[in-house]
């Protein structure tokens, strides 16, 4: 069982920069890669960003390409999520996600695809 925790969310003005984390326990060593998504009221679920446990492989969505960079930290079983030029459409809650066996690269955008999922911490960007 892998248990995940977000932190670092927050209340931030349109054009700035947060750095959201993840902690992974539990089993973490059977873990394969994982994510980020985003929900803001009334919407569904959102892909945000995917990385592997190598690193080899990270995925972003479109709306958040050049502005957003996941990383991993193996040795502190840790994730974040580097959000610069945030726009108040960013304003969702965030929740990490892991998954314990390979996927293809297209899958790791998938909700339904990862097991572990954390509480979530707010990102709220104002205008």
């Known amino acids: 069982q892998v248990h995940v925790v977000e932190s670092g969310g927050g209340l931030v003005q349109a054009g700035g920069s947060l750095r959201l984390s993840c902690a992974a326990s539990?089993?973490?060593?059977?873990?394969?890669?994982m994510a980020w998504f985003r929900q803001a009221p009334g919407k569904e679920r959102e892909f945000v960003a995917a990385?592997?446990?190598?690193?080899?492989?990270?995925r972003y969505a479109d709306s958040v390409k050049g502005r957003f960079f996941i990383s991993g930290d193996n040795a502190k079983n840790t994730q974040y999520l580097q959000m610069n030029s945030l726009k108040p459409e960013d304003t969702a809650l965030y929740y990490c996600?892991?998954?314990?066996?390979?996927?293809?690269?297209?899958?790791?955008?998938?909700?339904?695809?990862?097991?572990?999922w954390g509480q979530g911490t707010q990102v709220t960007i104002s205008s």
């Open positions: 996600a892991a998954r314990v066996t390979p996927i293809s690269s297209i899958a790791l955008t998938m909700p339904a695809q990862f097991g572990s």
């Open positions: 990385i592997n446990r190598s690193g080899g492989i990270t």
């Open positions: 539990g089993r973490t060593r059977s873990i394969y890669a």
